[in-house]
Each structure stands twice: as C-alpha cells, then as structure tokens.
C-alpha cells in the first residue's frame, strides 16, 4: 500500500512539474511579445520624430522663401484669398502694414476658413467629384509605395530613390518600413 502512495506521489510530482514547464515558457512568450512590441514602439517614435523634424526643416525653408519674396507676390496672395473669404468684401489685414505699401499676408486660419466655406457651398455634383478625387489618393500614396519598394529591390539607396521620386528621405524611410511591417503581418 506504501508503494501505492510513493508511485501516486511521483506521478503527481511528475505533472506539477509538467505545468510548472509549460507555465514557465508561456511566461517567456510574453515577455518576448512585450520586447518587441517595444522595439516597434521606439522604432515609431523615432520614424515620426524624423519625419516630423523634417517637415518642420521644409517649413522654416517655406517661410523663408515666403517672407523673401517680392511684395507683389504677398499683394497677389492676399488679394486671392481675401476674395475666397466673402464674396464683395475683402477680409481685414492681421496686422497693420508695417512700410509703405505693405501688404499683410492673411493668416493660414482665414486661409482654411475660406476653403471650408467654399467646400460648404459646392453642389452634390461637385462633392461626388472631390470625394472621388479622395478616393483616387489612396490608389495613388500605394502605387507610390509599391514604386518606392520595387526601387529598393533593384538595388537603389534611400537617398537615390528619395531623389528619383523628389520625395524626402524621410518619406521614402518611412513607406518602406511600413512596407516591412505589411509583409511581416
């Protein structure tokens, strides 16, 4: 009968053991999941903080080029967006002009507010064609992003395929890294 009980008892250490195992690689799986999904969460942010610190490089060229320009073309400027504004009426200067001849460039918030009353007032017609030009640029960003791959595939470095498209090297960074996660998934 005392070998009946020392047999159950190896039996049950052998399965509690078992569990233990199976308990223990299951613990390691996570762990593994949870490292690399912070290694795609630091490689986001670090993708994002490049992009983003390239668009605010094109912005700052931007403004310099706008602030640099001739003041017929910040006359011309004005003038067409403060006739989207309202019909008749011009849109009232941000500030006062600072020479003589000055033209205050209107702001990007009266800009935008004007492309959203103009975008109000469009027919049903004209709103099927925008939502179809809408549809179109997904098509598009993809075809961009299938090119910026077979590209890559030929051999070319980021900075040549960034210069073949006239895109940033950013840009090209990012659609093949997104390209990657896509086959990866």
Not at 55 to 83: C, D, L, T, V, Y
């Amino acid at each position: 009968m005392a070998t009946l009980f020392i047999f159950i008892s190896f039996i049950l250490n052998a399965v509690a053991l078992f569990a233990i195992i199976l308990l223990f690689m299951r613990q390691n799986r996570l762990h593994e999941i949870k490292k690399e999904q912070e290694k795609l969460v630091a490689d986001m942010e670090e993708m994002m903080t490049a992009y983003l610190a390239e668009m605010k490089e094109e912005n700052e060229k931007f403004i310099k080029e706008f602030s640099s320009s001739s003041p017929a073309e910040h006359s011309a400027a004005a003038g067409q967006a403060s006739s989207a504004v309202t019909p008749g009426k011009s849109a009232p200067p941000d500030r006062a002009p600072e020479g003589a001849g000055a033209i205050a460039a209107p702001s990007m918030q009266r800009i935008r507010a004007a492309q959203v009353y103009r975008t109000a007032n469009k027919t049903a017609d004209e709103r099927e064609k925008i939502s179809a030009e809408e549809q179109e640029a997904p098509a598009a960003e993809q075809a961009l992003a299938d090119e910026i791959v077979l590209l890559k595939d030929q051999g070319l470095s980021v900075e040549e395929i960034a210069r073949k498209l006239n895109k940033g090297k950013t840009e090209v960074e990012l659609a093949l890294k997104f390209a990657d996660a896509g086959k990866n998934s």
